[in-house]
Every structure is written in C-alpha cells, then in structure tokens.
C-alpha cells in the first residue's frame, strides 16, 4: 500500500469521527449511555431561559425589600394539580391571601391585547438584526395559575384569597391592566392591599401545602440573617 493510500485512508477516518462528534444522533446516543451510566447529560440554557431567570432574581430582590413581619416570599412553586403540572415563579403569602407574581423579563417593543392568546415581542438582537417572537399571553396565564394553585388548596380544606399579578421586569407592558405590576411600589399595594381579607387558615400550613417552593423569606428572617 503506498503511502498516498495510507494517507487517503486516514484522512477518511478523522472525517467519519469529525462527522460524528456533530451528528445529532450520535450526540444523543452518547447522552444516553451517559445517563446509563449514572451521568448527568448536558444541560445547555438558552438566552431566553436566562434572561427569564435573571428577571425572577431581580423581582424577588424587589419583594425581599418591602415584605412585612407576616409576610413570605416563595420562588418557583411547583405542583401538579389534577394532572396539570402548575409553576409560579414568585408567591407571596400572608393572612391576606396568596398572591401570584408571574415575572416577565423580555427586551423590546411588546404588542397585545388583554383578551389575546399570543403577544409579540419585537426586539433588535445582537448585531442589528430585528426579530419578532410571539409568546403566550402572561395574563392569561397567570390566571390559569391563579385558577389551579386555588383549586388545590381548596382540596386541602384551605379556602383563601388567591390573586394573580404580571411583572414586567423591564416596565413595557403594552397595556394598562389592573393584573399587570411595573413597580415596586406596585408589587407593595398589590400585597398589602387592606381590602383583602384571609381565611384564619395558619401560614404555615399554606408553605407547607406550596412545598415551601426553593427559598422562603420574611422581613425578621432577613434581618436574624444579618
């Protein structure tokens, strides 16, 4: 065999491996003997999912610095209610009720209605380019949230005020809605309203029901804390 034969042959090896390094297939296959294994596969975010998170951490900020002694503030609560999984990203609870803070943290010009299934972000990415995305409409789903997270405490014997909030992270909401917060000082109103009125169930056992969701903080907790 000459050696431009050799050689030829294995340029055609480094190719095939080359090749399926990126072929999707392969890569799951190769994640999938990994979880086999007992490894945890690759997690990769997306900007949109960071800059979601980034948005929950600064509107829990917010909330942390007006909460009251009675007050608790849960992140992402989780549940699965009548085989519906329900998530909220921020949850306040106190002997006024509980009060549902979807957070919504989106750059650009926002259009829709209040009725509408779908809103449009219209944005200009990284290098000039403008895109235009479609997302669900945030207060149709905040009520759906609201609607089932109410259902299950009824199911728990706990009869209590349940509210619903949108907070745009970056004060663009497209329209004036009393179920739509911008500010601190909304966020404030919104739980502290005196027009509430609690069902005399303890807090606790509401944390409790809300699986304590991945933080819980109240003004002396942060205080003891300092």
Known sequence: ??????????????????????????????????????????AFETEQRRAGRRGEMAAAMLVSE???????????????????????????????????????????????????????QQNLAAGGRFYVKTFRNP?????????????YLRKHAVNIWVEGYVFFVQMNSPIHSTDILETQQDIDNAIHSPLRTGSGVPVGTILKLLGMGESILNQEQQLSAR
């Open 139 to 151: 207060i149709k789903q905040m009520k759906r949230q609201v609607h089932w997270v109410a259902t």
């Open 1 to 42: 065999m000459s050696i431009i034969t050799i050689c030829i042959v294995i340029l055609a090896i480094v190719g095939a491996i080359v090749q399926s390094l990126h072929d999707p297939e392969e890569l799951c296959r190769r994640r999938g003997r990994h979880r086999r294994r007992g490894r945890r596969p690759f």
């Open 66 to 120: 007006i909460l009251r002694p009675e007050d608790h503030l849960l992140r992402n609560v989780q549940l699965v209610v009548d085989e519906h999984p329900v998530e909220c990203d921020l949850v306040v609870v106190n002997p006024n009720g509980v009060f549902i803070i979807e957070v919504k943290n989106l750059q650009g010009t926002l259009v829709g209605e209040e009725e509408d299934e779908e809103w449009v």
